[in-house]
């Protein structure tokens, strides 16, 4: 059955430079199994003792954080490839956020003992994976780094100026494309996405940036750095 779900898995950065063959031999030796969901459901709940990494192979879901008010802030978007867990199946603890099917969704579930442990059968690719797995965690921690110093930010304006002048700074360049849609930049901003918009809107009428989708283009370097001192 997973061996029909290669393509999905190959979109997976957990498996990025492992072989075909070998990815087809792995997903056997990893003690794998397929979940199904219908749209709404609860894939995991938060505060449920859960320990196992997963991969998104069909579908779309969110990861929410419940507020004890009853609002509720999705902390990330889901596509196929994507994966969930790789820091709480590793950690003693349970799960702090959901994670919530938004379609019909399909989900790979790796044993973390499986993932991390030595194979008895000394399959080529584990360090391949395990060196993916880091990079993983790794990047999701640098993330989450990010994301506090873009709250200590009071405005909005600030925080999306900081976020274009990172971008910018990182390509050394004016004019770049954004690796994230408008859902996941609200999101990583903590802003709701109307507002995002508008704000957005404001500043390219105000001659700071222009944009189309996910092309965004510096117009006024000092204006915009002001304005995350301000």
Not at 203 to 224: A, F, K, P, V, W
């Amino acid at each position: 059955m997973l061996e029909s779900r290669i393509g999905q898995l190959r979109k997976c950065p957990l498996f990025k430079g492992i072989a075909t063959a070998d990815l087809e031999r792995m997903i056997r030796c990893l003690a794998s199994r397929v979940e199904t969901y219908h749209k709404g459901a609860v894939i995991v709940l938060a505060g449920q003792s859960f320990h196992s990494l997963g991969i998104l192979l069909e579908g779309q879901a969110k990861i929410v954080q419940d507020h004890s008010d009853g609002r509720q802030l999705m902390i990330a978007s889901l596509n196929v490839g994507d994966i969930f867990g790789e820091v709480e199946a590793f950690s003693s603890g349970n799960w702090s956020n959901t994670v919530e099917a938004q379609e019909a969704c399909t989900v790979l579930y790796l044993e973390p003992c499986k993932v991390i442990g030595t194979c008895h059968n000394a399959c080529a690719w584990h360090h391949s994976l395990i060196e993916n797995l880091l990079e993983r965690i790794a990047y999701r921690t640098q993330l989450l780094s990010r994301q506090v110093y873009y709250l200590t930010i009071r405005s909005l304006r600030g925080r999306i100026s900081a976020l274009l002048l990172e971008e910018s700074q990182k390509v050394g360049k004016t004019t770049f494309m954004l690796k994230m849609n408008r859902n996941e930049m609200a999101n990583f901003l903590n802003v709701a996405r109307p507002s995002l918009s508008r704000e957005l809107a404001r500043m390219r009428d105000e001659g700071l940036i222009s944009y189309y989708n996910s092309s965004m283009r510096i117009l006024d370097m000092e204006r915009l750095a002001a304005t995350v001192e301000a």
